[in-house]
């Protein structure tokens, strides 16, 4: 029977997750490894419990392994960090993006399954190997709607150590992360109409106009709440990061260029939005595409022609 555990948000590709639903028995039971149970993470639309672990005092290892990945992970606890009360919780969410290396969520909670602290006393250490990794991949925490690259310790040809100083989720990525602005009701600018045009291209009908007012709210809220995200109506990190998550990609992605329209157009300006671009997503091959294109060509290399071909798509898409 699958388990619910329902916790509160936190960030980090690592995850560990809040237990509400568990009881503390169940948890004990289960020792290091917990198989079927679900955390409700908002941004997140499925993931896995890899570890619900009783912690101690003295110092210690615990080893997980993350079927999505396939990657082995290794946590490596002081003693004196934590306590015989306390218990580890560790979950796996599904990557985003290509990019995308591993993403968990890690926490800390007591026997009841409230969370503990965010702030550990001192810094635990995680090695994660794996046959996706490489020793150029960042590594990165999101805490509070705000990317954070952590400290690398060591780094091997296929695997990664990094300190952790609290619970959020953690991203092993081959991209850097970039902190888009914080957006909320009364926001106006360029950073607006990236948002709009977002938002678009997810469904809704907005006039992008770069002026976050009452139904861009009603529309962010809407969005959240579709991706598990808490509707506040103000667009952080993770609101972000759903909003430029892949779409879905033409059967057929056919050359285009100016005075084109359809699906292969608004899949080149998502994915040019997603690599910094301002350009609106409505379809339409027009003359601001044209530039956006321009540069990237420029930035890669190639043909600088303004016409999306193999080689155009080929550098967007990998």
């Known amino acids: ?7 509160p948000m936190s960030k980090l ?25 679900v955390v409700v993470v908002p941004g997140v639309a499925s993931n896995s419990v890899l570890c619900v672990k009783t912690l101690s005092s003295e110092a210690q290892t615990v080893q997980l392994h993350d079927p999505l990945s396939n990657a082995s992970i290794a946590i490596g606890i002081p003693s004196g960090v934590f306590s015989a009360t306390q218990k580890l919780v560790v979950a ?26 965010s702030s550990f006393r001192e810094p635990i250490t995680l090695t994660v190997t794996g046959s996706k990794l490489s020793p150029s991949d960042h590594v990165y925490a999101l805490t509070d709607g705000v990317w954070h690259e952590l400290r690398v310790v060591g780094r091997a040809s296929n695997s990664i150590s990094f300190e952790l100083s609290s619970d959020p989720i953690i991203q092993i990525t081959k991209k850097t992360l970039t902190n888009r602005q914080r957006l909320s009701l009364g926001s106006t600018g360029q950073s607006v109409k990236l948002a709009q045009s977002l938002l678009n291209s997810k469904g809704f009908h907005l006039s992008v106009d770069g ?5 861009t709210k009603r529309s962010v809220v809407s969005f959240q709440r579709s991706s598990h995200l808490t509707g ?23 050359t285009v260029q100016v005075g084109a329209f359809g699906s292969s157009v608004s899949y080149l300006q998502l994915q040019l939005v997603r690599r910094g671009y301002s350009v609106v997503i409505d379809g339409r091959f ?3 595409t044209r530039a956006a294109v321009v540069a990237f060509q420029l930035s890669r290399n190639l043909l600088v022609d303004g016409i999306v071909g193999p080689a155009t798509w080929s550098a967007l898409i990998k």
Request: aromatic share 6%; with cysteine; charged share 10%.
């Open 211 to 215: 002026i976050y007012g009452p139904m």
């Open 286 to 288: 027009g003359p601001n």
């Open 232 to 254: 506040t109506g103000v667009i952080n990190a993770l609101t972000w990061a759903g909003l430029t998550s892949t779409s879905t990609r033409p059967s057929n992605l056919s």
């Open 92 to 117: 796996s969410i599904p990557t985003r993006q290509s990019d995308d290396v591993l993403s968990i969520y890690v926490s800390v909670e007591n026997r009841d399954g409230v969370k503990v602290t």
């Open 13 to 37: 590709t690592l995850a560990v997750c809040a237990l509400v639903a568990l009881s503390p028995t169940t948890a004990h039971a289960a020792g290091s490894n917990y198989g079927g149970g």
């Open 1 to 7: 029977m699958q388990k619910l555990i329902n916790f």
